[in-house]
């Protein structure tokens, strides 16, 4: 847009027609304002400054329009945009002046660095110049002691090819003698050529120079093989001249073995040297020559100590043998101790010449020990003593091994000798069980003493208390009636390694001697096998040791039932069946058996459906017979846990039971026959009516039952303190025995109750009250303590002794016992 155009513009923003930008009354009186102010301030500068005013009027140009203005108005900037441009043009004139002088210094640079750089390339020229001398010279210097090292390098690579024939002339010298450190050097100097050649395979004549070295290895390995060969057999025939090898005299044995083990012990310092050092080179040394070698030279030492030694140890071995050929125990610890010396000798004498043990060593005195095998197996496998074979395995086990063998590495040989013997004896052991245990408990006969119950018992009882009377002058008294715990009884309590205690027993019952012979042998056993077998063998043979003496235990109570009475036998079994099971508490191992059995009854049910499908079997559908009995009619597996622990307490709980109900027949048997009769009376009130229901024949009834307590209760209670001799054990039996008495006795009067009876016909009855029934049997039980009553069944003999009972001994001494608890727990 041109000037004009913009003056045009700027006209037409007051024209009075259409303005631009017109403005409104205040804008204007502000203007005015705005002119007034001016005019007042340019009036003050004019009275001021009057020749500023002056020049001021002459400056401002008349303006007459907005041309005008505007024209003066560019006028006055142009002015004073050049009064304000007057420093900088000054200050643009002094900077253009500088860089000229800049400039100008720039050029002089230029032209010294021209010359800078000349003088330079000048240098370098001169320093590379030297640098190559130098650099050369050094290259020089540098390939001559390159060459100078090659040459030593070759020199030093043919000083291996060039040793051949100096170490070959060394060798072959026949004042070269093994045992001196100037052989082993010679064979330090082979092995280094040869590893040098074994290192460096791909020069060209290595294989060659491998092979000489090879050669000369071998010929000082067959020196120092000569050399040990020629010192042992030395040896060896410095002991078998004077003691000729196969001869039989061995007198003397002992200065035998002093010579035998002293001429080897001899060679030790001509041998120590050589053998450490194929020793040492067998380690370090890659090449299995050395470790050969070394492997070569035990064997050989083996062999020739059992040559020297292995005839006099056999020889030892049956002389000890003809010294004691029945006293198996006395044997077996002269050969083990024999061998055990032997072992250790041998091992000394070993350790004299050789720094490590050997297989060949290993194997010389498995050898040696394989006499003891042999020596005592033959005894072993026919003994039949189980006192004798248990004895044997405790040696074995005990003595041999674990006090011994495990102690001593050098008797490694002996112990699995031992260990060997041990399991022949164990296997003759449980052999010799089953057939004792088969023989003498289960298919035992026993003799009339071993039956005679309760005659022993009394038998027992009367001696017991007469010797107390004329030791202790305590006739009145039962506590003072002691034994001791049997043999077997303390083997059992040492089991767990508790001294076996004495406690006071209340009855010969608890005697050992007491004892049914097949619980003693039992236990016996078990005592005698425990610290023998291993535990899982134990627990098998124990689980069927214990229950064979059960079915033993009941035909004795059987036998005894049929020739005594039933009580008798009950209490016989209940007494063992206490004793068995108290005495098997102390073997820490669990009576469990697991037994595999095969169940056929699938069999039989798919033989069945076979059976009733013949027209099914060669079905060619999914419904064929006989694939069917293939697939249903196989066999299962089945395991059952026997355990012999609940096998005694069930037989104990059922003798028990059985006891009780017997003991309860005989005390209330007319009360209960009546009882039973009267149940079957419906309804309960025709009982009355029945003749065999009156009043008095039910007095009579009442009456005898009342008569057979007051008769059988004191013998009942005798023999259950004959039997039993406890206190606990006796009121834990007889308690539900008194409770079925007294119940039956309240069903009485119940009875009597509800059917009807009359007031008279109870008082004819007379049927006591349960409270008067508990008195009544408590009274019959303090008469028997006060006065001898024999055991059931047995008629009363005049007797002058006079004994307190069971009870009040016990409450005397206050000794409850293991068995009374075990009742208990059952």
């Given amino acids: 847009m041109s000037l004009k155009e913009i003056q045009n513009k700027l006209l037409l923003w007051e024209s009075s027609e259409n303005p631009l930008a017109p403005l409104t009354a205040e804008q204007r009186e502000a203007i005015l304002d705005l002119e007034a102010l001016i005019l007042g301030d340019s009036d003050d500068l004019q009275n001021e400054n009057t020749s500023s005013d002056k020049s001021a009027e002459s400056i401002i140009p008349p303006v007459d329009s907005t041309h005008d203005f505007l024209a003066w108005y560019d006028s006055i900037c142009e002015t004073n945009i050049k009064a304000d441009d007057s420093p900088y043009e000054a200050y643009y004139k002094q900077l253009e002046d500088r860089r000229n002088e800049c400039i100008s210094l720039t050029n002089q640079i230029g032209d010294t660095m021209a010359d800078l750089d000349k003088l330079t390339e000048q240098y370098e020229l001169v320093s590379n110049k030297t640098n190559a001398l130098h650099t050369m010279s050094e290259q020089l210097l540098a390939d001559q002691n390159k060459l100078s090292s090659i040459g030593d390098n070759i020199k030093q690579k043919l000083h291996y090819f060039t040793q051949v024939e100096h170490l070959s002339q060394r060798l072959n010298s026949p004042t070269m003698s093994v045992n001196s450190e100037t052989f082993f050097n010679i064979l330090a100097k082979i092995d280094e050529c040869l590893e040098y050649m074994r290192t460096n395979s791909s020069y060209k004549e290595s294989h060659t120079y491998s092979v ?100 006099a140890t056999t020889a030892a071995l049956h002389a000890a043998a003809t010294r004691h050929p029945r006293d198996h125990c006395t044997l077996a610890r002269a050969a083990c101790s024999l061998l055990a010396h032997a072992c250790r000798d041998e091992c000394a004498l070993y350790e004299h010449l050789f720094a490590r043990p050997s297989p060949a ?43 011994q063998v495990k102690n001593d590495p050098s008797l490694s040989a002996l112990g699995a000798c031992a260990r060997a013997l041990l399991q022949d004896a164990q296997e003759r052991l449980v052999f010799r069980a089953h057939v004792h245990l088969r023989a003498d408990v289960l298919h035992y006969r026993p003799a009339p003493g071993d039956l005679a119950y309760p005659d022993k018992l009394q038998m027992m009882e009367q001696i017991a208390i007469s010797l107390q009377e ?52 039992t236990l016996a056993a078990l005592s005698r096998l425990y610290r023998c077998l291993e535990k899982k063998v134990f627990q098998g043979l124990a689980q069927e040791a214990i229950s064979l003496c059960v079915q033993s235990v009941d035909n004795a109570a059987k036998q005894i039932s049929a020739s005594k009475t039933n009580i008798d036998g009950e209490l016989f079994q209940i007494k063992h069946l206490l004793i068995l099971r108290e005495q098997i508490a102390p073997f820490q191992v669990d009576f469990i058996v697991k037994e595999t059995t095969l169940d056929f009854s699938n069999m039989k049910n798919a033989a069945y459906g076979l059976l009733q499908k013949p027209r099914q079997i060669f079905s060619l559908n999914s419904n064929n017979a ?48 009546f009882l039973e009769k009267a149940q079957s009376v419906s309804p309960i009130e025709q009982l009355c009516r029945e003749e065999w229901a009156e009043s008095s024949r039910i007095a009579a009834v009442v009456s005898s039952a009342q008569r057979l307590v007051r008769t059988h209760l004191a013998p009942l209670q005798r023999s259950m303190q004959l039997y039993l001799a406890n206190t606990e054990t006796e009121f834990i039996l007889f308690r539900p025995i008194r409770n079925n008495v007294v119940g039956y006795f309240a069903q009485m ?66 000794l409850p016992t293991e068995t009374g608890k075990e009742v208990v727990d059952v």
């Fill in 361 to 403: 060593l290993q194997e010389y005195l498995v050898s040696l020990c394989n006499g003891l095998y042999e020596t005592l197996r033959p005894h072993i496998i026919h003994i039949n003593h189980l006192e004798t074979l248990a004895e044997l395995c405790v040696i074995l086990r005990v003595e041999i091994i674990e006090e």
């Fill in 749 to 814: 009067g119940q009875l009597l109750t509800n059917a009807g009876y009359s007031y008279d016909d109870i008082l004819i009855v007379a049927c006591p009250t349960p409270e008067q029934v508990s008195v009544f049997i408590s009274s019959a039980s303090l008469i028997s303590h006060n006065e001898p009553v024999l055991p059931y069944g047995k008629k009363r003999k005049t007797s002058t002794i006079q004994k307190p009972s069971v009870a009040s001994v016990q409450e005397k001494e206050n």
């Fill in 212 to 311: 000489k070295y090879r050669h000369l290895q071998s010929r000082a390995i067959s020196l120092i093989r000569s050399y040990v060969n020629h010192v042992l057999d030395h040896a060896t025939e410095q002991v078998l001249t004077p003691n000729d090898e196969d001869s039989t005299d061995r007198e003397a044995m002992d200065t035998a073995y002093a010579v035998y083990f002293g001429k080897f012990q001899a060679t030790a310092p001509k041998l120590r040297m050589v053998i450490s050092e194929i020793e040492s080179r067998a380690e370090t040394n890659p090449d299995d020559s050395y470790a050969s070698l070394l492997s070569d030279i035990q064997r050989e030492y083996a062999s020739r100590r059992a040559r020297v030694a292995g005839g």
């Fill in 470 to 521: 004329q030791s202790l002058k305590r006739s009145d008294s039962r506590n003072s009636m002691t034994s001791d715990i049997s043999a077997t009884s303390q083997e059992v309590a040492n089991i767990n390694n508790v001294e076996a205690q004495r406690r006071p027993q209340a009855s010969p019952a608890d005697l050992h001697g007491m004892w049914y012979p097949g619980v003693r042998r």
């Fill in 626 to 673: 006989l694939l069917e009995f293939l697939l249903e009619g196989t066999p299962m597996v089945r395991e059952h846990l026997l355990d012999s622990r609940k096998e005694v307490d069930r037989q104990l709980k059922s003798c028990c039971e059985t006891f009780i109900k017997d003991a309860t027949e005989i005390l209330a048997g007319p009360l209960i026959a």
